[in-house]
Protein backbone atom coordinates (compact mmCIF):
# COMPACT_ATOMS: atom_id res chain seq x y z
CA UNK A 1 0.00 0.00 0.00
CA UNK A 2 1.21 3.80 -0.40
CA UNK A 3 1.18 5.76 2.41
CA UNK A 4 0.46 9.15 2.73
CA UNK A 5 -0.26 11.78 4.78
CA UNK A 6 -3.50 12.32 3.57
CA UNK A 7 -6.27 11.48 6.57
CA UNK A 8 -9.47 9.70 5.96
CA UNK A 9 -12.10 12.35 5.02
CA UNK A 10 -14.73 10.30 7.61
CA UNK A 11 -11.77 11.22 10.69
CA UNK A 12 -11.94 15.01 9.25
CA UNK A 13 -15.68 15.17 8.99
CA UNK A 14 -16.01 13.46 12.62
CA UNK A 15 -13.74 16.48 13.80
CA UNK A 16 -15.60 18.46 12.37
CA UNK A 17 -18.90 17.43 13.30
CA UNK A 18 -17.00 17.74 17.21
CA UNK A 19 -16.02 21.04 17.03
CA UNK A 20 -19.29 22.43 15.60
CA UNK A 21 -20.92 20.22 18.60
CA UNK A 22 -19.41 22.46 20.91
CA UNK A 23 -20.31 25.50 23.43
CA UNK A 24 -18.97 27.61 21.29
CA UNK A 25 -20.21 26.72 18.37
CA UNK A 26 -23.10 25.17 18.68
CA UNK A 27 -26.46 26.85 19.55
CA UNK A 28 -29.52 28.27 17.96
CA UNK A 29 -28.91 30.22 15.04
CA UNK A 30 -30.67 33.52 15.96
CA UNK A 31 -27.90 33.00 19.09
CA UNK A 32 -25.03 33.32 16.35
CA UNK A 33 -23.35 36.15 14.98
CA UNK A 34 -21.28 35.39 12.76
CA UNK A 35 -23.27 35.79 9.53
CA UNK A 36 -23.99 39.78 11.03
CA UNK A 37 -20.86 40.36 11.18
CA UNK A 38 -18.67 38.90 8.20
CA UNK A 39 -21.98 39.88 5.84
CA UNK A 40 -21.04 43.22 7.17
CA UNK A 41 -17.45 42.95 7.20
CA UNK A 42 -17.97 41.78 3.08
CA UNK A 43 -19.21 45.06 2.69
CA UNK A 44 -16.34 47.26 3.81
CA UNK A 45 -14.28 49.40 0.79
CA UNK A 46 -10.59 48.84 0.67
CA UNK A 47 -8.51 51.11 3.42
CA UNK A 48 -6.45 53.29 2.20
CA UNK A 49 -3.02 51.45 2.63
CA UNK A 50 -2.61 47.40 2.85
CA UNK A 51 -2.78 46.26 6.81
CA UNK A 52 0.49 45.95 7.54
CA UNK A 53 2.99 46.35 10.83
CA UNK A 54 2.96 50.42 9.74
CA UNK A 55 -0.86 50.11 9.14
CA UNK A 56 -2.74 48.41 11.60
CA UNK A 57 -5.54 48.71 15.29
CA UNK A 58 -2.53 49.91 17.24
CA UNK A 59 -0.89 52.83 14.45
CA UNK A 60 -4.06 54.53 13.53
CA UNK A 61 -4.81 57.77 15.23
CA UNK A 62 -5.61 61.42 14.55
CA UNK A 63 -2.46 62.72 14.48
CA UNK A 64 -0.54 59.96 11.72
CA UNK A 65 0.30 60.63 8.51
CA UNK A 66 -2.79 60.72 6.31
CA UNK A 67 -5.47 60.76 8.52
CA UNK A 68 -8.03 62.65 6.53
CA UNK A 69 -7.99 59.77 3.57
CA UNK A 70 -8.28 57.05 7.00
CA UNK A 71 -11.03 59.16 8.47
CA UNK A 72 -13.17 59.16 5.39
CA UNK A 73 -12.47 55.96 4.92
CA UNK A 74 -13.98 55.14 8.17
CA UNK A 75 -17.09 57.36 7.75
CA UNK A 76 -17.49 55.98 4.54
CA UNK A 77 -18.27 52.27 6.36
CA UNK A 78 -20.60 53.51 9.33
CA UNK A 79 -22.74 50.26 8.29
CA UNK A 80 -19.96 48.39 10.59
CA UNK A 81 -20.97 50.06 13.99
CA UNK A 82 -24.34 48.09 13.85
CA UNK A 83 -22.68 45.14 12.88
CA UNK A 84 -20.56 45.67 16.12
CA UNK A 85 -23.13 46.08 18.37
CA UNK A 86 -25.89 43.92 16.82
CA UNK A 87 -22.43 41.11 17.98
CA UNK A 88 -22.08 42.10 21.18
CA UNK A 89 -25.05 41.41 21.92
CA UNK A 90 -26.01 38.35 20.67
CA UNK A 91 -24.87 35.19 23.14
CA UNK A 92 -21.82 33.92 20.57
CA UNK A 93 -20.05 34.22 17.38
CA UNK A 94 -20.40 30.74 16.29
CA UNK A 95 -18.66 30.40 13.10
CA UNK A 96 -18.42 27.16 12.05
CA UNK A 97 -15.40 24.94 11.54
CA UNK A 98 -14.64 23.69 8.07
CA UNK A 99 -14.95 25.65 4.71
CA UNK A 100 -18.11 23.52 3.60
CA UNK A 101 -19.98 25.13 6.57
CA UNK A 102 -19.87 28.63 5.27
CA UNK A 103 -20.99 30.45 2.25
CA UNK A 104 -19.06 30.38 -1.00
CA UNK A 105 -18.74 33.93 -0.97
CA UNK A 106 -17.14 33.58 2.82
CA UNK A 107 -15.12 30.99 0.70
CA UNK A 108 -13.89 32.97 -2.31
CA UNK A 109 -12.88 35.89 0.32
CA UNK A 110 -11.15 33.40 2.66
CA UNK A 111 -13.47 33.93 5.31
CA UNK A 112 -13.25 30.54 6.87
CA UNK A 113 -12.01 28.63 9.74
CA UNK A 114 -10.69 25.50 7.72
CA UNK A 115 -9.46 22.10 9.25
CA UNK A 116 -7.93 19.76 7.24
CA UNK A 117 -5.93 21.85 4.71
CA UNK A 118 -5.37 19.75 1.83
CA UNK A 119 -6.55 16.47 3.41
CA UNK A 120 -4.05 17.46 5.99
CA UNK A 121 -5.61 17.15 8.84
CA UNK A 122 -2.91 18.52 11.16
CA UNK A 123 -2.78 21.59 8.86
CA UNK A 124 -5.29 24.53 9.76
CA UNK A 125 -6.17 27.87 7.94
CA UNK A 126 -8.26 30.50 9.92
CA UNK A 127 -8.38 33.06 7.07
CA UNK A 128 -11.38 34.62 8.73
CA UNK A 129 -9.08 36.24 11.52
CA UNK A 130 -7.06 38.45 8.51
CA UNK A 131 -10.93 39.78 8.08
CA UNK A 132 -11.37 40.79 11.93
CA UNK A 133 -8.16 42.56 11.99
CA UNK A 134 -9.54 44.36 9.39
CA UNK A 135 -12.74 44.73 11.41
CA UNK A 136 -10.90 46.21 14.09
CA UNK A 137 -8.75 48.90 11.69
CA UNK A 138 -11.53 50.42 10.92
CA UNK A 139 -13.15 50.55 14.58
CA UNK A 140 -9.93 52.24 15.83
CA UNK A 141 -10.41 54.80 13.34
CA UNK A 142 -13.69 55.01 13.55
CA UNK A 143 -13.62 55.47 17.18
CA UNK A 144 -11.12 58.24 17.11
CA UNK A 145 -13.28 60.38 14.56
CA UNK A 146 -16.02 59.94 16.98
CA UNK A 147 -14.16 60.90 19.99
CA UNK A 148 -12.55 63.87 17.62
CA UNK A 149 -15.84 65.02 16.61
CA UNK A 150 -17.35 65.29 20.28
CA UNK A 151 -20.03 62.33 19.24
CA UNK A 152 -18.91 60.85 22.63
CA UNK A 153 -22.23 58.45 23.30
CA UNK A 154 -21.93 56.69 19.60
CA UNK A 155 -18.20 56.46 20.27
CA UNK A 156 -18.72 54.98 23.83
CA UNK A 157 -21.55 52.59 22.44
CA UNK A 158 -18.87 51.21 19.79
CA UNK A 159 -15.65 51.22 22.05
CA UNK A 160 -18.06 49.10 24.35
CA UNK A 161 -19.06 46.51 21.35
CA UNK A 162 -15.77 46.32 19.90
CA UNK A 163 -14.03 44.90 23.43
CA UNK A 164 -17.36 42.48 23.57
CA UNK A 165 -16.94 40.74 20.31
CA UNK A 166 -13.04 40.71 20.40
CA UNK A 167 -13.74 39.41 23.65
CA UNK A 168 -16.34 36.60 22.39
CA UNK A 169 -13.24 36.03 19.82
CA UNK A 170 -11.43 34.59 22.44
CA UNK A 171 -13.90 32.09 22.88
CA UNK A 172 -12.56 30.13 19.99
CA UNK A 173 -11.55 26.29 20.29
CA UNK A 174 -8.25 25.98 18.72
CA UNK A 175 -4.85 27.65 19.82
CA UNK A 176 -4.17 29.83 17.48
CA UNK A 177 -7.09 31.35 17.42
CA UNK A 178 -7.27 32.58 21.10
CA UNK A 179 -3.44 33.08 20.98
CA UNK A 180 -4.11 35.55 18.54
CA UNK A 181 -7.87 37.02 19.80
CA UNK A 182 -5.87 37.39 23.49
CA UNK A 183 -3.44 39.79 22.38
CA UNK A 184 -5.91 41.59 19.71
CA UNK A 185 -8.16 42.19 22.76
CA UNK A 186 -4.86 43.65 24.56
CA UNK A 187 -4.49 45.90 21.79
CA UNK A 188 -7.87 47.41 22.14
CA UNK A 189 -7.88 47.66 25.50
CA UNK A 190 -4.51 49.97 25.22
CA UNK A 191 -6.31 52.12 22.54
CA UNK A 192 -9.13 52.37 24.56
CA UNK A 193 -6.59 53.95 27.38
CA UNK A 194 -5.06 56.31 24.90
CA UNK A 195 -8.58 57.44 23.97
CA UNK A 196 -9.45 58.17 27.48
CA UNK A 197 -5.78 59.80 27.69
CA UNK A 198 -6.31 61.81 24.76
CA UNK A 199 -10.12 62.64 25.53
CA UNK A 200 -10.35 62.63 29.13
CA UNK A 201 -11.38 66.36 29.25
CA UNK A 202 -14.43 65.65 27.33
CA UNK A 203 -15.67 62.69 28.75
CA UNK A 204 -17.54 63.32 31.61
CA UNK A 205 -17.12 61.56 35.25
CA UNK A 206 -20.53 59.58 34.57
CA UNK A 207 -19.54 57.97 31.53
CA UNK A 208 -16.24 57.18 32.91
CA UNK A 209 -17.61 55.71 35.26
CA UNK A 210 -19.78 53.57 33.64
CA UNK A 211 -16.56 52.49 31.78
CA UNK A 212 -14.89 51.40 35.39
CA UNK A 213 -18.00 49.72 36.84
CA UNK A 214 -20.72 48.66 34.25
CA UNK A 215 -18.75 48.06 31.07
CA UNK A 216 -14.92 46.36 31.05
CA UNK A 217 -15.35 44.44 34.57
CA UNK A 218 -17.68 42.22 32.65
CA UNK A 219 -15.37 41.27 29.85
CA UNK A 220 -14.35 38.56 31.96
CA UNK A 221 -11.51 35.84 31.18
CA UNK A 222 -11.66 33.99 34.61
CA UNK A 223 -11.42 30.04 34.02
CA UNK A 224 -15.41 30.22 34.61
CA UNK A 225 -16.05 32.33 31.89
CA UNK A 226 -13.06 31.47 29.83
CA UNK A 227 -12.38 27.99 28.59
CA UNK A 228 -9.48 25.99 27.29
CA UNK A 229 -9.42 25.30 23.78
CA UNK A 230 -10.32 21.64 23.07
CA UNK A 231 -10.12 21.88 18.79
CA UNK A 232 -5.81 20.45 19.11
CA UNK A 233 -6.82 17.89 21.22
CA UNK A 234 -9.87 16.39 18.86
CA UNK A 235 -7.61 16.81 16.01
CA UNK A 236 -4.47 14.88 18.20
CA UNK A 237 -6.60 11.78 18.90
CA UNK A 238 -7.30 11.40 15.18
CA UNK A 239 -3.87 11.85 14.18
CA UNK A 240 -2.52 9.35 17.31
CA UNK A 241 -5.33 6.83 15.48
CA UNK A 242 -3.87 6.94 12.05
CA UNK A 243 -0.08 5.94 13.53
CA UNK A 244 -1.25 2.36 14.66
CA UNK A 245 -2.13 -0.96 12.83
CA UNK A 246 -5.54 -2.70 13.25
CA UNK A 247 -4.11 -4.50 16.36
CA UNK A 248 -3.01 -0.85 18.02
CA UNK A 249 0.91 -1.48 17.12
CA UNK A 250 2.88 1.30 16.19
CA UNK A 251 2.95 1.45 11.98
CA UNK A 252 6.68 1.95 11.19
CA UNK A 253 5.90 3.75 7.71
CA UNK A 254 3.21 5.82 8.80
CA UNK A 255 5.18 7.34 12.21
CA UNK A 256 7.91 7.82 9.16
CA UNK A 257 5.85 9.73 6.84
CA UNK A 258 2.92 11.37 8.90
CA UNK A 259 5.05 12.20 11.64
CA UNK A 260 7.77 13.87 9.34
CA UNK A 261 5.09 15.80 7.29
CA UNK A 262 3.74 16.73 10.56
CA UNK A 263 7.12 17.71 12.10
CA UNK A 264 8.66 19.72 8.68
CA UNK A 265 5.19 21.48 8.85
CA UNK A 266 6.05 23.12 11.62
CA UNK A 267 10.37 23.40 11.33
CA UNK A 268 10.41 23.09 7.57
CA UNK A 269 14.85 22.38 7.79
CA UNK A 270 13.61 19.51 10.52
CA UNK A 271 12.38 17.43 7.62
CA UNK A 272 16.31 16.51 6.96
CA UNK A 273 16.82 13.15 8.94
CA UNK A 274 13.53 13.05 10.76
CA UNK A 275 12.21 9.96 8.43
CA UNK A 276 14.67 8.13 9.87
CA UNK A 277 14.59 9.50 13.25
CA UNK A 278 10.19 8.60 13.46
CA UNK A 279 11.15 5.04 12.11
CA UNK A 280 13.24 4.25 14.25
CA UNK A 281 11.12 6.02 17.47
CA UNK A 282 8.28 3.66 16.41
CA UNK A 283 10.29 0.18 17.63
CA UNK A 284 9.89 2.15 21.25
CA UNK A 285 6.65 3.61 20.97
CA UNK A 286 3.96 2.32 23.02
CA UNK A 287 0.96 1.25 21.61
CA UNK A 288 -2.39 3.30 20.68
CA UNK A 289 -4.51 2.78 24.00
CA UNK A 290 -1.34 3.64 25.77
CA UNK A 291 -0.83 7.05 23.67
CA UNK A 292 -4.81 8.45 23.57
CA UNK A 293 -4.37 7.77 27.57
CA UNK A 294 -1.31 9.95 27.71
CA UNK A 295 -2.75 12.30 25.45
CA UNK A 296 -5.74 12.44 27.83
CA UNK A 297 -4.04 12.81 30.62
CA UNK A 298 -2.11 15.59 29.44
CA UNK A 299 -5.06 17.23 28.79
CA UNK A 300 -7.16 16.70 32.15
CA UNK A 301 -3.53 18.01 33.62
CA UNK A 302 -4.00 21.33 32.23
CA UNK A 303 -7.87 21.45 32.98
CA UNK A 304 -6.77 21.00 36.24
CA UNK A 305 -4.26 24.20 36.18
CA UNK A 306 -6.61 25.95 34.53
CA UNK A 307 -9.09 26.03 37.26
CA UNK A 308 -6.19 26.40 39.67
CA UNK A 309 -6.05 29.98 41.36
CA UNK A 310 -2.73 32.25 41.07
CA UNK A 311 0.21 30.93 42.49
CA UNK A 312 -1.12 27.89 43.87
CA UNK A 313 1.37 25.46 44.76
CA UNK A 314 0.75 22.55 42.10
CA UNK A 315 1.64 24.63 39.18
CA UNK A 316 5.03 25.04 40.40
CA UNK A 317 5.25 21.15 39.84
CA UNK A 318 6.01 19.83 36.08
CA UNK A 319 3.03 19.35 34.23
CA UNK A 320 2.22 15.82 32.44
CA UNK A 321 3.69 17.17 29.31
CA UNK A 322 6.69 18.04 30.39
CA UNK A 323 7.01 14.72 32.30
CA UNK A 324 5.95 12.86 29.22
CA UNK A 325 8.64 10.26 28.14
CA UNK A 326 10.75 11.75 24.68
CA UNK A 327 11.04 8.44 23.20
CA UNK A 328 7.81 6.12 24.05
CA UNK A 329 5.61 9.20 23.97
CA UNK A 330 7.41 10.72 21.18
CA UNK A 331 4.35 11.10 18.66
CA UNK A 332 1.88 12.25 21.52
CA UNK A 333 4.73 15.10 22.50
CA UNK A 334 5.28 16.28 18.84
CA UNK A 335 1.62 16.50 18.10
CA UNK A 336 0.05 17.97 20.86
CA UNK A 337 1.64 21.95 21.24
CA UNK A 338 2.37 22.76 24.70
CA UNK A 339 -0.07 25.55 25.72
CA UNK A 340 1.80 26.96 29.07
CA UNK A 341 2.10 30.47 26.65
CA UNK A 342 -1.52 30.55 26.75
CA UNK A 343 -1.76 30.52 30.52
CA UNK A 344 0.82 33.51 30.80
CA UNK A 345 -1.73 35.38 28.04
CA UNK A 346 -4.82 35.12 29.74
CA UNK A 347 -3.05 36.39 33.15
CA UNK A 348 -1.92 39.30 30.74
CA UNK A 349 -5.26 40.13 29.07
CA UNK A 350 -6.65 39.34 32.76
CA UNK A 351 -4.20 42.73 34.08
CA UNK A 352 -5.00 44.56 30.94
CA UNK A 353 -8.50 44.71 31.71
CA UNK A 354 -8.07 46.04 35.30
CA UNK A 355 -5.77 48.17 34.34
CA UNK A 356 -7.70 49.88 32.02
CA UNK A 357 -11.05 49.88 34.81
CA UNK A 358 -8.51 51.07 37.14
CA UNK A 359 -7.02 53.88 34.47
CA UNK A 360 -11.37 54.91 33.39
CA UNK A 361 -11.76 55.32 37.36
CA UNK A 362 -8.67 57.54 37.87
CA UNK A 363 -10.04 59.65 34.83
CA UNK A 364 -13.34 60.00 36.49
CA UNK A 365 -12.03 60.62 39.83
CA UNK A 366 -9.75 63.51 38.43
CA UNK A 367 -12.12 64.83 36.37
CA UNK A 368 -14.62 64.97 39.56
CA UNK A 369 -11.93 66.58 42.03
CA UNK A 370 -9.39 68.26 39.86
CA UNK A 371 -7.07 65.94 41.18
CA UNK A 372 -5.77 61.76 41.22
CA UNK A 373 -6.53 59.99 44.51
CA UNK A 374 -3.46 59.17 46.99
CA UNK A 375 -4.75 55.27 46.69
CA UNK A 376 -6.84 53.33 44.75
CA UNK A 377 -9.02 52.46 47.72
CA UNK A 378 -10.24 56.31 47.87
CA UNK A 379 -12.15 55.10 44.40
CA UNK A 380 -13.93 52.04 45.27
CA UNK A 381 -17.81 51.73 45.49
CA UNK A 382 -18.33 54.86 43.85
CA UNK A 383 -15.93 54.54 41.19
CA UNK A 384 -14.58 50.95 41.06
CA UNK A 385 -15.18 47.67 42.15
CA UNK A 386 -12.71 46.11 44.51
CA UNK A 387 -12.39 42.87 42.47
CA UNK A 388 -10.79 45.20 39.25
CA UNK A 389 -7.93 46.24 41.25
CA UNK A 390 -6.29 42.73 41.06
CA UNK A 391 -2.30 42.31 39.67
CA UNK A 392 -2.44 38.66 38.42
CA UNK A 393 1.55 39.05 38.26
CA UNK A 394 1.98 40.16 41.93
CA UNK A 395 2.16 37.38 44.36
CA UNK A 396 0.58 37.74 47.97
CA UNK A 397 2.78 38.02 51.24
CA UNK A 398 2.30 34.74 52.69
CA UNK A 399 3.55 33.02 55.33
CA UNK A 400 2.05 29.76 54.60
CA UNK A 401 -0.25 28.32 51.99
CA UNK A 402 -3.43 28.27 54.65
CA UNK A 403 -3.11 32.13 54.98
CA UNK A 404 -4.67 32.15 51.31
CA UNK A 405 -7.88 31.78 53.71
CA UNK A 406 -7.54 34.92 55.39
CA UNK A 407 -7.45 36.85 51.61
CA UNK A 408 -10.46 37.45 49.48
CA UNK A 409 -8.47 37.36 46.64
CA UNK A 410 -5.39 35.29 45.08
CA UNK A 411 -3.29 37.75 44.41
CA UNK A 412 -2.66 41.16 45.40
CA UNK A 413 -3.44 44.89 43.71
CA UNK A 414 -2.04 47.30 41.14
CA UNK A 415 0.56 49.21 42.12
CA UNK A 416 0.04 53.14 42.38
CA UNK A 417 1.64 56.05 43.34
CA UNK A 418 1.12 59.57 42.84
CA UNK A 419 4.02 61.18 41.25
CA UNK A 420 5.81 64.28 43.17
CA UNK A 421 8.42 64.77 41.22
CA UNK A 422 8.90 64.62 37.07
CA UNK A 423 9.99 60.56 36.42
CA UNK A 424 11.62 59.23 33.64
CA UNK A 425 10.24 56.24 32.14
CA UNK A 426 12.25 53.97 29.36
CA UNK A 427 10.89 52.96 26.57
CA UNK A 428 13.29 50.86 24.51
CA UNK A 429 16.14 53.38 23.01
CA UNK A 430 13.85 56.33 23.89
CA UNK A 431 12.55 57.87 27.45
CA UNK A 432 9.11 59.84 28.58
CA UNK A 433 8.34 61.33 31.33
CA UNK A 434 5.48 61.65 33.91
CA UNK A 435 4.86 65.15 35.04
CA UNK A 436 4.86 65.65 39.36
CA UNK A 437 0.91 65.92 39.82
CA UNK A 438 0.25 62.88 38.01
CA UNK A 439 -0.30 58.92 38.91
CA UNK A 440 1.39 55.94 37.47
CA UNK A 441 -0.82 52.81 37.62
CA UNK A 442 1.03 49.57 36.29
CA UNK A 443 1.53 45.75 37.14
CA UNK A 444 4.49 43.50 37.69
CA UNK A 445 4.63 41.80 34.74
CA UNK A 446 6.17 38.05 34.33
CA UNK A 447 9.13 38.47 36.37
CA UNK A 448 6.66 39.04 38.96
CA UNK A 449 8.56 41.62 41.07
CA UNK A 450 8.06 45.85 41.14
CA UNK A 451 10.41 47.76 39.00
CA UNK A 452 8.77 50.50 40.25
CA UNK A 453 7.08 50.92 36.69
CA UNK A 454 10.47 52.82 35.45
CA UNK A 455 10.96 50.54 32.59
CA UNK A 456 8.65 49.08 29.76
CA UNK A 457 9.31 45.55 29.88
CA UNK A 458 10.12 45.05 33.23
CA UNK A 459 6.45 46.52 34.43
CA UNK A 460 3.62 46.54 32.33
CA UNK A 461 2.41 50.44 32.67
CA UNK A 462 -1.34 51.23 32.49
CA UNK A 463 -1.65 54.87 33.13
CA UNK A 464 -0.04 56.88 32.26
CA UNK A 465 -0.41 54.99 28.80
CA UNK A 466 2.88 54.94 27.37
CA UNK A 467 1.52 55.08 23.47
CA UNK A 468 -0.06 58.71 24.43
CA UNK A 469 3.63 60.02 26.30
CA UNK A 470 5.10 58.71 23.45
CA UNK A 471 2.72 60.38 21.09
CA UNK A 472 2.80 63.46 23.16
CA UNK A 473 6.78 64.09 22.69
CA UNK A 474 6.59 63.15 19.07
CA UNK A 475 8.40 59.74 19.13
CA UNK A 476 5.49 58.06 16.96
CA UNK A 477 4.19 59.77 14.31
Given at each position: ????????A????D??????????T?????A????????A?????PP???????????????????????????K???????????T??????????????????????????????????H?????Y???????C????????????A??????I???????I????F????????QM??????????A?????????????????F?????????????D?????M????????????????D??????????????????????????????????????????????????????D???????????H?Q????S????????????VN????????L???RD???????????????????N????Y????K????Q?????????FF??L?L???????????????????????????????D????????????????????????????????W??????????????
Open positions: MCITTHVDGSRDVIEKLNNLPSDGEENKSWRIFFDCLELTPNPVSDKFNMNTVWTGMEGWAAVSDWAQNEHMTKAFIAGRLPMIGLPYGSEKVPNEYVANDIVAEIGVEGNLVSHFGMDTVELALWATAELYRLFDGENERAQLLMSELVLRKCDREFLKETFMPMLGDALNTRDMFYTYRESITTPERFFSKDGIPYIRTSTRLMPEGDRFVGEVLLGELFSIGAPDPEKFKTILTDFQSNQEPLSRFGAAKHWKSISAFHLGRDDSLARLNKIYDWWRRWKLRQFPLSVAEFKKSNPVTYAALIIRDIQDFQEILATQINGTAVSAALCGYKHYGAPASIMMYALLHRANNLDRRPRTEADWSLYSYPVGPLHYRKIKTKTKIKILAEVFVNAGQCLLYSESLNNEDDRGTEEGKDAIFPPLKSLQRKAGQLN
